[in-house]
């Protein structure tokens, strides 16, 4: 019998008896790395540009796969990886729907890590198939619907709620705004549907009266319409109308989906959650918790107000769900996902559902929506820049006065390329406006006034 190697060597597993301690020293240097590759890079990403970010990498992994191994891999490409990062938790990073996860969330990463379940069968992973069905039931009562699935994210959340229109009302067509998620488009191709239907947003967000004109066009399109809202925006976090478009879908017999992926999070808010009225109306609800939620990618989820509408993910694989072993009580998870082999991402947004509850995760979507009020209004008062409007959600738009659409995209590219601030852009009523979006609960007031004094400074005169 061969002997395993000692405790501090790569190749020893990470459960098992002595799986605690052979992590506990790789973990150390890990935190180490993550720390060193943070003060390397300095600020919120890495300065010089791609071509600068990629020559470090470079230099950093040599072979990537060398005829020996190298006791040093793993603090030197966790430093590379750290130092090359943007790094979501530094208020100067402030582009995307990319939130800082919480440290709590992470801890409980490392558990599914360790213990690798796959939830494509009960055998595999026991607990965990019971507290993603808790979880997920849970999350869809808070929408207001019956149950839910996990999903990869938004993208896929919105694929899938096409798909299960599609098997439920057969011959279905997608009715959109112009502001909605590039992923509604792209899942109607992909499904083979017909080419969408785009019902004009001018004020950003869908407007009643053109869905009602094409629920009522009697030379409009035939067979079922799946009409989908946006409840938060990629560009402005605005909210679509939802309780009018809710009444038009009842109207007219068309299947309503709500794409909540930026919004949901508004639902753990006493103070904001009112803005999400008519999300109990829809029939499938996309959310994701790596956005307003903390969570560390990947943590979405597909509400359903139907459960018998996921029956038609059902699949029989005799070595995963055998008839006999579901008829003798074994739960048959294959039903759940569009994937097979897949983690427990449902164990951090459990333990940060448990530990932080309603009231604290509550207090970090109001934190953010406050500072997004507290940098619109820093904005406002300063005579050298625009608003676009104020925030719905914690996403504000903004350009310096007087620019052009070149001037500003100079801006954030300038600010990108030395390294010194992150934000996004995005093209509203025919301009160009740079986009910060604060998903930072820690923010504070003088980082405000520091990212718009960074803008000030990086503009063309």
């Known amino acids: 019998m061969s002997t395993p190697p000692p405790l501090d060597h790569p190749a020893r597993l990470a459960s098992g008896p002595d799986g605690p301690h052979a992590l506990r020293p790789l973990l150390d240097t890990v935190l180490d790395a993550l720390d060193s590759g943070r003060r390397a890079r300095g600020g919120p990403l890495p300065a010089g540009g791609p071509e600068a970010v990629a020559a470090r990498v470079r230099d950093a992994v040599g072979a990537v796969l060398p005829e020996h191994g190298d006791p040093d891999a793993l603090r030197g490409l966790v430093h590379a990886l750290a130092e090359g990062a943007a790094d979501p938790a530094d208020p100067l990073c402030a582009a995307h729907l990319h939130c800082p996860p919480l440290a709590v969330a992470i801890a409980a990463d490392l558990a599914v890590s360790a213990l690798n379940p796959s939830l494509d069968s009960w055998d595999q992973a026991p607990a965990a198939s019971e507290l993603e069905a808790l979880v997920t039931r849970a999350l869809a009562h808070e929408t207001g619907l019956a149950d ?261 995209a100079t801006v954030r590219r300038r600010l990108l390329t030395e390294g010194r601030a992150v934000l996004g852009r995005a093209r509203l009523d025919d301009r160009l406006w740079l986009k910060a979006t604060l998903l930072n609960p820690d923010i504070r007031t003088e980082d405000l006034a520091a990212l718009l004094k960074l803008v000030e400074g990086s503009t063309p005169r």
């Open 148 to 408: 839910s699935v996990v999903t990869t994210g938004g993208t896929e959340s919105n694929q899938l709620a096409l798909l299960l229109a599609r098997e439920s009302c057969g011959d279905v067509r997608l009715v959109c705004g112009a502001n909605a998620h590039h992923s509604l488009p792209r899942a109607a191709w992909l499904l083979g549907l017909p080419e969408p239907l785009i019902v004009p947003a001018p004020s950003g967000t869908l407007d009643p009266a053109a869905l009602h004109g094409v629920l009522t066009d009697p030379g409009g399109p035939r067979g079922s319409l799946l009409v989908a809202a946006t409840a938060g925006t990629t560009d402005a976090g605005l909210i679509d109308p939802l309780p009018e478009i809710a009444g038009l879908c009842a109207a007219h017999g068309a299947r309503l989906h709500i794409d909540a992926a930026h919004g949901g999070g508004l639902l753990f808010s006493e103070r904001h959650r009112d803005k999400l009225t008519g999300l109990e109306a829809a029939h499938t609800v996309t959310l994701d918790l790596h956005k307003l939620g903390w969570q560390p990618v990947a943590a979405g989820l597909l509400a359903v107000r139907h459960p018998r509408d996921l029956a038609v993910l059902h699949q029989r694989a005799d070595y995963l769900n055998a008839g006999d072993d579901t008829e003798a009580g074994l739960p048959d998870l294959l039903g759940r996902s569009l994937r097979t082999t897949r983690r427990p991402d449902v164990l951090k947004i459990a333990v940060t559902l448990k530990a932080l509850g309603r009231s604290g995760l509550g207090a970090l979507v109001d934190q953010v929506c406050a500072r997004a009020r507290e940098f619109a209004d820093l904005i406002h008062d300063h005579p050298g820049f625009e608003l676009h409007d104020r925030p719905t959600i914690s996403t504000v738009l903004f350009r310096p006065a007087g620019a052009t659409d070149d001037a500003v």
